[in-house]
């Protein structure tokens, strides 16, 4: 499984994202390929699910990519991204 | 003696290479397996190596800008780009090795400050790290320093701003956030810092921006792409119809003026473009093996975090505080020159990344009056300083381009304006 994080410019808030959801995952005992970029690659970038701010939901809406997306409040906390998470890890059945 | 002048001239000196060790150090610090080790040095390798293909581009786009407006308008105007600054340090001057050392020396002093005092901040917003390395490594090297003692200094320096700046906007982050989990690292917070310092004297008890119900439309300047694009093609295009399209012909060749300065204009992001994505794969190791330092190090570390962080709680304040930041760095743009000082354009993505911020700084020291009179003053604030620090730039010899994010300015201020004469006097 890939989960992509994605923020305007690619580089800092995304990747701050993503080493936090490599912690939840960890502690989760899940195995995924996690990856950041920008807005305007998401389109072209492979994943099976998309994190991103709440601030991007409308642009995500005009984008009309059709991976699931979660939206965060706030792209660093443990407690928001683990229960944001699991239904879709459950879903998938890996949890 | 032959070996030693070997790995000197080859290794050494050899940007990517040095780079790549240090890359291959962390990782080994870290206990990967040899395939991570592997993979993780020749990715970072690899992505300083798309970062100078990317800053070629970015030279050559600007080279044309910058000849189109000296003969269309009769001036200088310089773009404010940090990653055309870090783009043509590493290639035209040949600092490359100078500033991935830097950005060595500064991981290892914010750690030792953050490991031995009460401030512990950890600064992860890796770009902003690069830039600040960048600034002092061709600062120091402005001011004649040399090898080991540039690289102590820069290390030095950029460790103090790594672990200050985080530490005085934290007052403020503290009121936005509601705790002290996270820092903001980002270096433009002495910009922030004086906005919610103005917000807090003319906003006094106004209402909160995110009371007001703001249009949505601004909202896909996020696109950092989009944002430089909806800016350099206009300002391209008018520019070449000011030079003409005689002048234009000897970039141009056959096709038509207005076409090309169009393209160009686009390859200009396309040189952003490139240049990011070399950062985000230069960094892709060398973030998290410093993160993972780190927290063994210091373990009641506070991480300081790029500023999107911050956007999801004022949405809002992030849109006036953009709006604000650029109708003040308009104004700036045509004031300053009247002073004797180059012009600067305004860059949009500084605009809208430390503009945003700066809007919910605003807001949470003054709500929203506070936040639009503020941000009138950061977008000022914002485009004086690189005034100030391009006569030195150009001395240097930067082609059209000057820094954007304001704490680098300070820091490339505080070499040129103090060491150097200091150092003059030895």
């Known amino acids: 499984m890939k989960i992509l994080m994605v923020c305007g410019n690619g580089l800092g808030s995304s990747f701050a994202c993503q080493m936090t959801v490599e912690g939840v995952l960890k502690e989760l005992g899940v195995k995924a390929d996690l990856d950041h970029c920008d807005l305007s690659s998401a389109r072209s970038m492979k994943a099976d699910l998309i994190l991103s701010g709440k601030n991007f939901e409308s642009q995500f809406k005009n984008l009309a990519i059709e991976t699931p997306q979660i939206f965060l409040d706030r792209l660093v906390d443990k407690n928001e991204i683990r229960e944001k998470l699991t239904p879709f890890l459950k879903e998938k059945g890996l949890i | 003696m032959e070996v030693i002048n070997f790995i000197v001239d080859n290794i050494l000196t050899q940007a990517p290479i040095t780079i790549g060790l240090i890359a291959l150090l962390g990782l080994v610090l870290q206990r990967k397996s ?54 043509q340090a590493m290639n035209e001057l040949g ?37 600040m390395s960048t600034i002092c490594a061709v600062f120091g090297y402005y ?20 672990v200050a700046m985080p530490a005085i906007a934290q007052p403020f982050v503290r009121k936005i956030t509601g705790n002290d989990d996270i820092a903001l690292g980002h270096f433009c917070t002495v910009g ?107 373990p009641d570390a506070v991480p300081a975090l790029d500023c999107p962080v911050l956007f999801p709680y004022a949405p809002n304040a992030v849109i006036i505080g953009f709006v604000s930041t650029t109708i003040g760095s308009v104004i700036g743009m045509f004031l300053f020159p009247m002073f004797g000082l180059p012009m600067i354009l305004p860059g949009m993505m500084t605009n809208f990344f430390a503009g945003g911020c700066a809007g919910i700084f605003g807001n949470a020291a003054g709500g929203t009056r506070g936040a639009i009179i503020s941000g009138i003053i950061h977008g ?43 150092l003059g006097l030895f």
């Open chain 2, 95 to 131: 600092l490359g090795s100078e500033i991935a050392l830097t950005l060595g020396a500064i991981f290892i002093v914010n750690i030792i400050i953050a490991r031995f005092t009460k401030w512990k901040y950890i600064f992860l917003t890796g770009q902003a790290l690069l830039w």
């Open chain 2, 143 to 162: 001011c004649g320093l040399r090898g080991a003692a540039l690289i102590v200094v820069g290390g030095v320096v950029g460790g103090i701003f790594a």
């Open chain 2, 192 to 298: 922030y810092v004086l906005t919610a310092l103005v917000s807090k004297l003319f906003g006094g008890k106004s209402k909160s921006t995110e009371e007001l119900n703001l249009p949505k439309g601004l909202e896909f300047l996020q696109d950092t792409y989009l944002s430089i694009g909806v800016v350099m093609i206009p300002l391209f295009i008018i520019t070449a119809f000011f030079a003409g399209p005689e002048f234009c012909a000897k970039y141009a060749g056959n096709t038509n003026y207005i076409v090309y300065a169009f393209l160009q204009a686009i390859q200009f992001v396309v040189g952003v473009y490139v240049l990011l994505a070399g950062v985000r794969l230069l960094l892709a190791e060398l973030v998290p093996a410093f993160r993972g330092i780190a927290m063994k190090i210091v």
């Open chain 2, 380 to 422: 000022l604030f914002i485009t004086l300083l690189p005034a100030l620090l391009s006569p030195m730039l150009a001395d240097i010899g930067f082609i059209n381009a000057t820094c954007t994010d304001v704490d680098t300015i300070v820091c490339g201020l505080f070499y040129g304006w103090l060491l150097k004469p200091l």
């Open chain 2, 34 to 87: 040899v395939g991570q080790t592997i993979s993780g040095t020749f990715k970072t390798i690899l992505g300083f190596m798309v970062l100078s293909a990317g800053s070629a581009v970015i030279v050559q786009a600007l080279t044309f800008f910058g000849a189109i407006f000296t003969k269309g308008y009769g001036m200088q105007g310089l773009v404010p780009s940090i990653e055309a600054i870090n783009g």
